[in-house]
C-alpha cells in the first residue's frame, strides 16, 4: 500500500463534514460508567446489624450510586453538547495547514513509562476531565471542497473517548520474554498507521504489561497540526500532579538566570554609562543585523538547492513516508550540569556538544576511517540540523490547566506558531573531548544573535498568503531533506509526577512524517535525562549501537570535566 495514499489527511478531512458537526458520536453510555464506579466493592459490613437490614441497606446505597453518576453522566453529555453548539469554528494557523500536506504530514507521540498497572476508570475519568475539555483535542479539521480559497477550520464535536483509548492485542508471550522489544515493535508500527480524520486527532494506546523500566506503559500520539511540540508537551504535563501533593501541579525547573538575554531585548544603556557602552550596545545591533542577513540568505539556499554531503546519517528521498524506530536510553541530568558549571556553559550548550561527539563516534566508525591521515583531511565536515522553534512564549501549566477547565477557544494563547533554525553540527575526532562543548557553545551563542526563527516565521506567513501553501510546504520540505536531521531538547518536571493517579517513571517523545532519517530528542524529568532518537528503520539496523555512542560521549566529556575541575 502506498503510503502517500494511507497518510494524505486533506481528504479524509473534507468528506466528513456532515457527520462530525450534526451528527455527534455517541458517548460511553452512563449505565456503562456506572459500571465502571461500582466494580470496585469498597463496603464494609457492619456485624452488629441483621443480614436483611444490611441488604436493605445496601440496596438503597446503590440505587443513589446509581442515581448519582447517571445524572453526572446526563449532566456532562448536555454540557459538551451545548459546548458543541456554541463554538465557533476556527481557523487553522498556516503551519497547522502545512502539517496536513502529503509529505510533511507530522505526527508526535509520547512514551510514558508508568509505576503502576493501568487503572483504566481513572484513567477515562482524567481524561474527562482534562484533554478531552481542551478545544483542539475537542475539535476536527473541516475543509469546503467548493472554494478553493476557503481555509480549514477547526469544527467542536463530541468525543467518544471508545474511538481514542487504544488496547492492542498483543502476543502474552512475547511481552513476557521481552517486553522491551514489544513496546520498541508496537511504536514503530504505529508509525507507518495513519489516523482518522473524522475524529479529533489524537490517541492514547495502553501497554498494561511490565518492562524493565515500568510496571506499565502508555503512548499517546497527536497530529502536529494540534500544535507546536512545545505546547502539546506541557499540555500533557499540565495533565499531570504532583506525586507528593495530587492536588498541585508539578514543580518545573526555575528559569536560568540569563546573563545578557537575547540581543534584541537589550536596553539602550543611560547616557552616564559613557560613550564605550553606547558603542558596544549599538554595535551588537549591527552584529545581530549581519546575522541575520548571513542566516537568512543560508536558508534560503538550503529550501532551495544547498544541500548537506552524504554521510550515513542523512536520508533518501521518500524517508518521510517510511517506517521509523523509536529508541531511548536515560542520561544523567546531574552528570549533565557537572560539564555545564565546569564549561561556564548551559544545559543545551552540553547536549549540542554531546550530539556532536556522538554522531562523530558512529560516522567514523561506519566510514571505517582508522588511519589518522583521513581523520586530518576530513575534520572540517558538517552535518546541519533542522530545529523548530517556538516564538512565542509557551502558556505556563496553570494557564493551560485552566484552559482544559473552562472549556473555551482561546486561538491567543494556542495553535502552531513556529519558526526554523539551521544548526550545524562538527563531525570531526577531537583529542580533547570538551572541545565537543566549546564548539557547541560557540554554535548556540551564534544562533543566539540572529532573527533567523522570527524571519523564518514571518516569511512563512507571507509565502502562504501570496503563493498558497502548497508552494511553502514544497519550500519547507526542501529545507529540511537538504538538511541531515531534526534536533530538539525540552524541560520537564522537577519533581516525580501522576498521569491520572499513575507515577510516571519516564517521558520519551519523539515526531515522525519530516524528511530525515534521524531524530535527536532531550527530554529532562526529575534528575535523569530521556534521550531519544526516531530513526529510519531499515537504514539503521544499528541504532542502539547509536544510543551507546552519545552514552559514551557524555561518559567521556564528564571524565575530562571533572579532571578540569
Known sequence: MDPRSTADPASSSTSTHSTTTTSPTPTPSPS??????????TSSRDSRGSPGRERESKARQEEEEEESVMASAAASEAERERDVEAAVPVPMSPAGRLFRETNFNCYIVAVIGLGARVDVAAARAGLEATLVRHPRFCSVQ????????????????TVNLDDHLIFPELDPTATSASPDQVIEDYMSTLSTQPMDHSRPLWELHVLDFPTSEAAATVAVRMHHSLGDGVSLLSLLIACTRSAADPARLPALPPAPARRDGPVYARRRPPLSAGIVALAAWAWSYLVLALHTLVDVACFVATSLFLRDARTPLMGTEGVEFRRKRFVHCTLSLDDVKLVKNAMKCTVNDVLVGVTSAALSRYYFRKENDTNSEKRTRRKHIRVRSALLVNIRKTPGLHVLAEMMNSNKNNVARWGNLIGYIVLPFRIAMFHDPLEYIRQGKRTVDRKKSSLEAIFTYWSGNLIVKLFGIKTAAALCHGMLANTTLSFSSMVGPAEKVEFYGHPIEYIAPSVYGHPHALTVH????????????????????????????FAESLRLIRQAASTKS
Do not use: C, G
Open 142 to 157: 473541516v475543509s469546503d471542497e467548493a472554494s478553493k480559497r476557503a481555509k480549514p477550520r477547526w469544527v467542536r464535536t
Open 522 to 549: 532531550y527530554q529532562s524529568y526529575m534528575n535523569i535525562i530521556k534521550l531519544v532518537l526516531a530513526v529510519d528503520d531499515a537504514q539503521f539496523p544499528d541504532a542502539h549501537q547509536l544510543l551507546d555512542d
Open 32 to 41: 456503562s460508567l456506572r459500571k465502571r464506579v461500582l466494580s470496585i466493592d
